[in-house]
């Protein structure tokens, strides 16, 4: 199922439409000829329209699909919308459990936004199944491109532990077979609490969560979840990668001095590679030396 197409038929051409005052569209007399060709238009026309919803009226449904809080990115939602507006309407469904209710499809950040301004929200309702629901979800936070590679991957593992099969999964994010296995290999790898404890790290693709996983190896949950350390999700990332990374040996400085003990500089040996440093009255040895380096190199493969 291509992500275009099916945004595209859940989206219509909704903004362009008024929005009624109810949910509920007006069945149609007939089904036959002009007229129930007419009031059937009606309706799916209806059904394409915007709602204003009280927001209390709404449930989360489908799967998480964030690590963070993102207080601040609400409080800007909340600035923009009490200036402009809600200018994007957010997807739901009629809820299956309770009548009268709501479950949101996709526009979480907006719902959160709008029920705390004590505004209704605008939106569409479609008749969708469970399984619907999560591939639009995850279509809609694929196209949004703004989901970190652990966040996407936790929504994979939701998907697959709710019993969705790969190719849903895989629908659902626009993503191959290959990617979503490394995704579900490092949520497998890593306990649960550390990733939460780190967030979404948005700078930590793919190869670096890989790295980190492949270092965790055998390391107790409490002691990584310790190392999580940091004012953003980026930084606690860093933070427990190095705790796993071993330190550098520090390099070894030796003073250079010629035959009467006067200073020609200083050489660093590390681990791969020495750096001689010549300063004073070794620059002019220095010269010296790079003339001869060939011939010196050449002596010294010979002995």
Known sequence: MARKDL?????????????PTSTTPAAPRSKRGAIGAVSQSLSELKSRALVDVPAEMIDMAGMSDRLDADDEGIAALKASIREYGQQVPVLLRESTTEEGRFDIVFGRRRVRALKELRLPVRAMVRNLTDRELIVAQGQENNARKNLSFVEKASFAAQMQAAGYDRKV?????????????????VIDALPPQLIQAIGSAPGAGRDRWLTLVEKARGKSAETLIAAATGQDSD?????????????????????????????????????????IELTGEGRAFGDWLLEQLPELHRQWKDR
Do not use: H, W, Y
Request: hydrophobic residues 40%; positive net charge.
């Open 7 to 19: 945004l595209k038929g859940l989206m219509g051409a909704a903004e362009d439409r008024p929005a």
């Open 169 to 185: 999964i895989c629908d659902a994010l626009s993503i191959d077979k290959t990617v979503i296995s490394r995704m579900l290999a």
């Open 235 to 275: 930084a606690r990332f860093l933070a427990v990668l190095s705790s796993l990374t071993p330190p550098r040996a520090p390099a070894q400085e030796e003073p250079l001095s010629d035959n009467d003990g006067k200073a020609l500089g200083k050489a660093l040996r590390q681990k791969r590679k020495t750096v």
